[in-house]
């Protein structure tokens, strides 16, 4: 098999899509939890002002909803991906607007809970942009066999695990920064 196209075997998309629709999925759920406590992350970024982020948050939040649950389903998936993309641009670009601006003292408002905006979480939304890209990829055509299911949970469950890791990575990096100090 030529190993470029490894990339769009119909595991590695399918694992693609379900990691990251997980993700989103479970970033809007925590948006949605506390929907006054999002806005207020949005403020922060004093990109909208008070009216702004109250319009934006909840139709942001329902945008990452949407775009999560069209990832799953290969049916829906080509408009998901460009909602997910969306929805990822539009935060990607509010961090780094603020950081270019010097203030990195935000906390990102990700759903993650006491995770301050960095360039970091600005890479690591890079590389759920190009899962995006890469789950609405025309994969190769083969049929999946029991084993290729096994391999697309393993995978996906791979995808959590590191994005776990590089969302605690992030989370306790001013802390590491301060103890340095």
């Not at 999002?38 to 403020?43: G, H, P």
């Not at 702004?52 to 990452?64: I, S, T, Y």
């Amino acid at each position: 098999m030529n190993e470029g196209l490894f990339l769009f075997d119909p595991v590695v998309v399918h694992a693609a899509a379900a990691a990251v629709g997980i993700v989103l999925i479970a970033g809007a759920g925590e948006k949605l939890r506390d929907l006054e406590l999002f806005r207020y992350a949005v403020e922060n970024y004093r990109l909208l002002g008070s009216r702004g982020a109250a319009l934006f948050a909840p139709l942001f939040a329902a945008a990452e909803l949407l775009a999560g649950i069209g990832l799953v389903f290969e049916t829906t998936r080509p408009f998901a991906m460009w909602l997910a993309l969306a929805v990822m641009l539009a935060a990607t670009g509010g961090v780094a607007v603020n950081l270019l601006r010097g203030l990195d003292r935000i906390e990102c408002g990700c759903g993650t809970g006491g995770q301050r905006i960095s360039w970091g979480l600005v890479g690591r939304n890079v590389c759920l942009i190009g899962l995006i890209v890469l789950a609405a990829a025309d994969e190769q055509s083969r049929q999946l066999g029991v084993l290729d299911y096994f391999s697309v949970a393993g995978t996906i469950l791979a995808l959590l695990a590191i994005y776990a890791s590089a969302n605690q990575l992030l989370a306790n990096q001013p802390l590491l920064k301060e103890l340095q100090s």
